[in-house]
């Protein structure tokens, strides 16, 4: 069974900084894209960044020049440094992959964790 398990969320004085880890653990044949995404109290679920399996990334408007993400192939791992919060990034921030195991090829979400700033 895939699991994906993120850590690092807590709470954060604006301006501050959080580092957000993501790690794919199961029976893996690959991983292609893998991502970050968050979900404020009534609103949707958003893009926050994103990486494929070769670096290529993407990022929301919002966090660009703020956030960064990176992943240890070897590892099954994504990361999310996050600097320069801003009360606004307070969110559930949830890691999705796309990992193909034995039943094929699906997306995978973590359980999420809170990111609170505070101003």
């Known amino acids: 069974q895939v699991q994906l398990v993120e850590s690092g969320g807590g709470l954060v004085q604006a301006g501050g900084s959080l580092r957000l880890s993501c790690v794919a653990s199961?029976?893996?044949?690959?991983?292609?894209?893998m991502g970050w995404y968050r979900q404020a109290p009534g609103k949707q679920r958003e893009l926050v960044a994103a990486?494929?399996?070769?670096?290529?990334?993407n990022y929301a408007d919002s966090v660009k020049g703020r956030f960064t993400i990176s992943r240890d192939n070897a590892k099954n791992t994504v990361y999310l440094q996050m600097n320069s919060l801003k009360p606004e990034d307070t969110a559930v921030y949830y890691c999705n992959s796309q990992i193909t195991d034995s039943f094929g090829s699906r997306d995978y979400w973590g359980q999420g964790t809170q990111v609170t700033v505070s101003s």
């Open positions: 990486i494929t399996r070769g670096g290529v990334t």
């Open positions: 199961g029976i893996i044949f690959s991983i292609n894209t």
